[in-house]
């Protein structure tokens, strides 16, 4: 299996910082990488697909990059509304996620 | 409107059965694979099977392969997760989702 690895598990930040949230795959993905927001009693909402590419409505403050084994979604000027765990997952092989980062305001 | 509904959840004890069902609406449900993702009160995702268009291949996690089985109707755009001898840590809420849609969720507590 691969094992995903989210980091920081918990990142506290102040509105409008530039947050950079990593996960690291324990082999390469080939980008088959998600980011996942999930608010508190909500189901998960898809960011970004494969690695970089915007899902449809999701604001462009919200980009990913990344290739091999390491990732990262990268929120540009954090929104109060952000406020959430992000999740990572692979679907290059059987489909793992990350075990979160829970992103607070300051 | 893309929808996924969830329904069939409960308190049922150890060694006992559940069926889910998912109602999907809004897209052609017979054009996409369907997954199952649970999650434990306060804890991560955890994907656990898929089932492939028309139902002929199924994956499961080895957390739950032999235990649970996943099918699906197109005619009724509905899939579903029958759930065999559960355990404890079954307990969580079940999601279906195509990676992009995923239903609000069903709870399911699995407690003597």
């Known amino acids: 299996d691969i094992q995903m690895t989210q980091s920081p598990s918990v990142l506290s930040a102040s509105v409008g910082d530039r947050v950079t949230l990593n996960c690291k795959a324990s082999q390469n993905i080939n980008k088959y990488l998600n980011w996942y927001q999930q608010k508190l009693g909500e189901a998960p909402k898809l960011l970004i697909y494969?690695?970089?590419n915007l899902q449809t409505g999701i604001p462009s403050r919200f980009s990913g990059s990344g290739s091999g084994t390491d990732y990262t979604l990268t929120i540009s000027s954090l929104q109060p509304e952000d406020v959430a765990t992000y999740f990572c997952f692979q679907h290059n092989s059987w489909p793992t996620f990350g075990s979160g980062t829970k992103l607070e305001i300051k | 409107e893309v929808k996924l509904v969830e329904s069939g959840g409960g308190l049922l004890k150890p060694g006992g059965s559940l069926k889910l069902s998912c109602v999907a609406s809004g897209f052609t449900f017979s054009n996409y694979w369907m997954h199952w993702v649970r999650q434990a009160p306060g804890k991560g995702l955890e994907w656990i099977g898929e089932i492939e268009y028309d139902g002929t291949e199924t994956n499961y996690a080895p957390s739950i392969k032999d235990r649970f089985t996943i099918s699906r109707d197109n005619a009724k755009n509905t899939l579903y997760l029958q759930m065999s001898s559960v355990r404890s840590e079954d307990t969580a809420t079940y999601f279906c989702?195509?990676?992009?849609?995923w239903g609000q969720g069903v709870m399911v507590t699995v407690s003597s």
């Open positions: 494969n690695t970089n």
């Open positions: 989702t195509t990676y992009t849609a």
